[in-house]
């Protein structure tokens, strides 16, 4: 199973992060703060997140495809995920960072 | 105060220019200026085309740069698409005119958690505009974002500030949008664009398929309401108003021979203008053809280009039927000067075939086009359509100018051309058929041509193996009479007038003999009295003579008296001064 197998490599390998944030709104502060605390909780020495400022960079904005700020992209490991918000709701990141099963999702509030 | 004072440009709303042939003459001036504008329609009625068309113009036409957001093609595949239309997009994007941006979202790879905004299409979006100082937007099709972002509510929120936002920017912006079931757009982006709305359509009735353009709402500005038909051709996107096409072409007077030497003396002695549009309507068979014949084959002659339309027979046919009355079309086609196009509009489409036409008469440069017949066009009940469309082709070729022969079958005798297009018509010429005796002739009359002195006769139209012959008609107390009928009655004419002359001479002969004979009853008369007079002088003398002997007389009688001679002194000295004087 794909899943299983993605969730097994997810559990091993280095996490490349990348969380794209429009200025110091209440949403980039939040999701900055969130991210942090997921990654340590989670993803502890295996990790590296970048936070770029989609003002000071606007062309990466085209590069990477961004529409909506927040947005974290998952770069490593495949396959790339786009999660966008203010990553409050913390089962559905680690969902899209693969560390969690899409159907449990809804269980932890 | 003045209450009529007309409004300066200054005061109306200001428009930025689409560059797309017809639709600033509608909206007066294009859509407006730093406001977004919605395009909407289903698929496939051109609104990718009618957006990038008003960009490439911008970046050409107008010196105002544009940006391209395309929500559903890549950059690469809108590049190729406008190809065809002769745009080279990666030379625009290359000078800074132009930016394409392709907005790609994968709904599977996102995960949604928790409150965002879309600040990042903003970022987008103005370093886009910033990049190349853009003055025109476009937005195709942003309601893709619905199928992309889960959240509708933080998507309308968004785009309400997305058009805000637009107009703060002051960019000319064009949004797209997909027709919804019973509404504009499917998302209702009809409710935040609320300065334009222009509707696209693409319908197919009787098998044929027209596009139309509405233009629903556009605040502050005076506008077009109706259905315009706009066609999508090899140099683009073009809506037809029916008023639209230049009135302000140049106009030549340079007049042109019709190749019938007759027909130039009807039409004040020259011919045709050149640049004008010439109808020759009638039934079948009345020969309708033969005059355009006459009329290529004497441009030809004189070295002009002319492009023949023919819709019903085959250049083959054409030019064997003219061979018969003695025009040899065959051998301007060999020298290049007369081109057939010989297709059927049915074949294409009205639009199609408008295309083919436009891009005919761009390739080959004829002076003369020849459409044969005009009627072909109509197809079931499509006179409306055919009507416009027949407009906008005569108006591309008199601003070119080219001077058009048109014919058209007429289905009664009744002068009606079927679609009403008289207005565009500078010289119309109808053939009829005169059934008289048991014979059909021909006739010919020109029933209106602008500018020039024209004739009002009615001609006998004939097809002989030399050409094209007008006769003069018989017009007696009988009414008009033609062919065998006219020469009988021209012969009858004759004989009667023959004996009118011998007559008028016989009385003249008898009138000369009186007169002789009168003038020697005169001289004979005179000799008489002239005899008479003598006659009577002489006798007058010899009257006076002896009267004054007889006195004399008396006279020496009294002396030789010796008497009565005091009284009768005066009487005497009388009678002296008479012999004196005799």
């Not at chain 2, 003598?534 to 007389?553: A, F, G």
Request: glycine residues 8%.
């Amino acid at each position: 199973m794909a899943f299983e197998k993605a969730i097994e490599i997810a559990e091993s390998a280095n996490y490349l992060l990348r969380l794209y944030v429009a200025g110091t709104t209440p949403y980039s502060v939040r999701a900055i703060a969130n991210i942090k605390l997921i990654c340590e909780e989670y993803l502890q020495d295996r990790y590296e997140l970048e936070v770029v400022d989609l003002y000071k960079n606007p062309t990466l904005a085209k590069g990477e495809q961004i529409i909506a700020a927040p947005t974290l992209i998952k770069r490593l490991p495949l396959p790339l995920h786009r999660i966008i918000g203010d990553l409050s709701v913390v089962d559905r990141v680690l969902v899209g960072l693969d560390l969690r099963k899409a159907k449990n999702s809804n269980l932890v509030k | 105060m003045d209450t009529q004072k007309i409004p300066s440009p200054t005061l109306t709303l200001p428009k930025s220019l689409t560059g797309i042939q017809g639709l600033d003459e509608i909206t007066g001036g294009g859509i407006p200026k730093g406001r977004p504008t919605l395009v909407c329609g289903s698929a496939g009625c051109g609104k990718t085309l009618f957006a990038m068309e008003f960009l490439v113009h911008g970046a050409m036409l107008y010196d105002e740069p544009g940006v391209f957001f395309a929500f559903e093609e890549t950059e690469k595949d809108l590049a190729i698409n406008v190809v065809s239309l002769g745009y080279d997009l990666d030379k625009l994007v290359a000078e800074k005119k132009i930016v394409l941006d392709h907005i790609h979202i994968e709904r599977k790879e996102i995960e949604e958690t928790g409150e965002y905004d879309l600040e990042g299409l903003f970022i987008r979006l103005n370093y886009a505009i910033d990049s190349i100082g853009a003055k025109r937007v476009v937005l195709d099709t942003i309601e893709t974002l619905f199928s992309g972002l889960p959240n509708p509510l933080i998507l309308r929120s968004e785009l309400r500030r997305l058009f805000r936002w637009l107009k703060e920017k002051g960019v000319t912006a064009i949004v797209t949008g997909e027709r919804g079931e019973g509404t504009l757009t499917r998302q209702g982006l009809e409710e935040y664009v609320s300065d334009c709305v222009i509707v696209l359509d693409h319908r197919v009735t009787e098998q044929s398929s027209t596009r139309r353009l509405r233009i629903v709402k556009y605040r502050g500005s005076t506008h077009g309401t109706n259905e315009y038909p706009f066609i999508i051709e090899e140099n683009g996107f073009s809506v037809l108003p029916i008023t639209s096409i230049g009135l302000d072409h140049t106009v030549l007077s340079e007049r042109i021979s019709s190749g019938i030497p007759r027909l130039d003396t009807m039409l004040d002695n020259k011919g045709y203008y050149r640049g004008s549009i010439v109808l020759v309507s009638g039934t079948a068979g009345v020969g309708k053809s033969s005059l355009a014949a006459c009329f290529s084959d004497a441009a030809c002659a004189r070295g002009e280009q002319v492009l023949y339309f023919a819709l019903e027979e085959s250049p083959q046919q054409i030019m064997r039927n003219m061979r018969s009355i003695g025009i040899d079309l065959d051998q301007w086609e060999k020298r290049g000067l007369l081109m057939f196009h010989a297709k059927r509009p049915t074949f294409y489409g009205l639009e199609s075939y408008l295309t083919a036409m436009h891009k005919a008469v761009n390739d080959f440069k004829p002076r003369v086009v020849v459409i044969d017949p005009l009627s072909s066009f109509i197809i079931g009940t499509n006179q409306f359509e055919a009507k416009s469309m027949i407009m906008r082709m005569v108006d591309f070729l008199k601003i070119n100018p080219i001077t058009v022969f048109m014919t058209h079958l007429t289905t009664g005798v009744n002068d009606f051309t079927g679609i009403d297009i008289s207005s565009l018509i500078d010289t119309w010429l109808l053939l009829r058929d005169i059934e008289i005796g048991g014979e059909r002739n021909r006739g010919m009359y020109i029933l209106k041509s602008r500018g020039m002195a024209h004739s009002n006769q009615i001609r006998e139209f004939r097809l002989t193996e030399h050409g094209v012959e007008l006769l003069d008609v018989y017009v007696g107390p009988e009414g008009v009479l033609t062919g065998s009928s006219r020469i009988t009655k021209e012969a009858q004419e004759k004989a009667g007038q023959l004996l009118r002359s011998q007559e008028i001479e016989n009385k003249q002969l008898a009138l000369e003999r009186k007169r002789k004979a009168i003038n020697a009853q005169i001289d004979f008369l005179k000799a008489e009295f002239d005899a008479e007079e003598v006659e009577t002088l002489n006798d007058i003398e010899l009257n006076k003579l002896r009267e004054n002997l007889l006195l004399q007389d008396r006279i020496d009688m009294a002396r030789n008296r010796k008497g009565d001679i005091i009284t009768n002194k005066n009487s005497i000295n009388k009678a002296r001064g008479n012999i004196a004087k005799s």
